[in-house]
C-alpha cells in the first residue's frame, strides 16, 4: 500500500478509535454507577464537580478538571473486593499495597491492571519510587526491580503479545530499546537463543542489569548501554517521558552510539538467523537507512520496529527506502498522539520472498 495511504487509514482509525473508547466509557459509566448523569456531567464540562454513587454502595466526590484519575479510581474501585479507598489511600488489598490518590492514582491503576491480567501477579514495594513486581509467564516465574513510573509497561507484551508477529524462536535477537529488561526477557521465554539487549538510558540501564541477575540470564543477555544511530561515537538525545528520544523534548543527554550494521555483525556470531526488535524513540530514521546503505540489513530475517512520527515525509521516505530495498512493509497498528510525535507505527518488515 502507497505509504501516504497508510497515513491517511491511520488517522482515520485513530479518530475511530477515540470515538469507540469515548462511547466505551460513557457505557462504563452508567453500568457502574447509580447517577450515571452526573459523572457525565462532570466528564462533559457541564459541571465542575459531583458527588456519584456506585453501584456496590462506594461514593466518590469526582472533579472535572481531575476527571483522568477520577475514571481510573472509579473504575477500580467497582471490584471493592481486591480495591478500598479510605480517605485520600488507594488499598490493592491482595497485595497488601497503598497508593495516594492525589498523584499515584495512574500508578495504582497500572498495579492493579497488572493484578487483573497477569498470572500469580505480584509487587513488593521497596521505597518511594521503587516497587519488585513478579508473575507467571509460560510456565516461568519471573520478577523485575523497576521504577514505580515503569509498572505499567507489561501488559504490552506478557498479555496482549504486540511483538508476537515476530516469531523468535532459535533465533538471536537485537532488542533496541530494551528498557529495564522486559522484552529481552520475553523474547527468551518465547524461545529465541540469545539476545543482545541495547538501552541507552543509564538510569533504566542500571535497572536492565539488575533484572538481568535477578533473573540469571547473564549468559543469554548481553547488555549495551549504547544509542543506535548512524554513526559510531557520541550523539545527543533528549529526555522523554521516562526514556531518551531523538526529538527535542528538554534536558539534553550525551550517549555513546553505535549502528546497526555492527548491531548484525555481531549478532551473527550466535546465529544465522537475526530478528530486530526496535523501539528506540526517533532512531530508526538514523539506524534503518544506514542498515540499508551497507547491505546489513539482508542479513535479517524480520523486523518488528516502532516509527516515531515527528514529519510525515520523513516517515514516508523511510517507507518508501525499506520497499525499495527488497523489504515489504505491514503497518500493524498506529495511533496519533500529542508532541513531540505526530503518530507512532508499529510495523512488521520482512524480505518480499517471506510471510
Not at 454513587?53 to 471490584?79: E, R, T
Not at 492493579?112 to 509460560?138: D, P, S
Not at 519471573?142 to 524462536?169: A, Q
Not at 530495498?325 to 510495523?347: A, D, E, M, T
Request: proline share 3%; charged share 20%.
Amino acid at each position: 500500500m502507497n505509504p501516504r495511504m497508510i497515513l491517511i487509514i491511520c488517522d482515520l482509525k485513530t479518530i475511530f478509535k477515540v470515538l469507540r473508547r469515548k462511547l466505551y466509557n460513557m457505557a462504563i459509566l452508567f453500568k457502574i454507577l447509580k447517577n450515571p448523569w452526573t459523572a457525565l456531567m462532570v466528564y462533559l464540562g457541564l459541571r465542575k464537580g459531583g458527588l456519584v454513587y456506585l453501584k456496590n454502595g462506594i461514593s466518590l466526590f469526582v472533579s472535572h478538571n481531575n476527571w483522568n484519575d477520577d475514571f481510573l479510581l472509579l473504575k477500580m474501585l467497582i471490584d471493592h473486593s481486591n480495591v478500598d479507598l479510605k480517605e485520600d489511600t488507594i488499598f490493592i488489598k491482595p497485595l497488601n499495597l497503598s497508593f495516594n490518590r492525589i498523584n499515584e492514582v495512574e500508578w495504582a491503576h497500572q498495579i492493579y491492571g497488572n493484578l487483573k491480567e497477569l498470572t500469580n501477579f505480584t509487587a513488593i514495594r521497596l521505597n518511594t519510587n521503587e516497587l519488585i513486581v513478579g508473575f507467571n509467564y509460560n510456565g516461568h516465574d519471573i520478577k523485575f526491580i523497576i521504577p514505580i513510573e515503569y509498572s505499567g509497561s507489561f501488559l504490552e507484551s506478557y498479555k496482549y503479545n504486540i511483538y508476537l508477529p515476530l516469531n523468535v524462536r532459535d533465533t538471536v535477537v537485537i532488542d533496541v530499546g530494551a528498557s529495564f529488561g522486559d522484552t529481552p526477557m520475553y523474547f527468551l521465554l518465547n524461545g529465541a537463543k540469545y539476545v543482545i539487549a541495547v538501552e541507552p538510558y543509564e538510569f533504566i540501564f542500571k535497572y536492565l542489569m539488575k533484572n538481568i541477575e535477578l533473573n540469571n540470564v547473564r549468559d543469554r543477555i548481553l547488555p549495551l548501554n549504547k544509542a543506535v544511530w548512524s554513526r559510531t561515537g557520541m550523539s545527543t538525545l533528549y529526555e522523554g517521558w521516562f526514556t531518551l528520544t531523538a526529538y527535542k523534548t528538554g534536558k539534553q543527554i550525551t550517549v555513546s552510539t553505535i549502528t546497526l550494521s555492527e548491531l548484525i555483525s555481531y549478532a551473527l556470531k550466535f546465529g544465522d538467523n537475526v530478528k530486530i526488535k526496535l523501539d528506540c524513540e526517533g532512531c530508526e530514521y538514523e539506524a534503518i537507512p544506514e542498515a540499508l546503505n551497507s547491505g546489513a540489513l539482508n542479513n535479517v530475517e524480520e523486523i518488528i520496529m516502532e516509527v516515531h512520527e515527528n514529519n510525515s515525509v520523513n516517515t514516508i521516505n523511510l517507507l518508501n527506502m525499506l520497499n525499495s530495498h527488497g523489504f515489504k512493509v505491514r503497518i500493524i497498528n498506529c495511533i496519533r498522539q500529542n508532541k513531540p510525535y505526530k503518530r507512532v507505527y508499529l510495523v512488521r518488515v520482512t524480505k518480499e520472498d517471506k510471510q
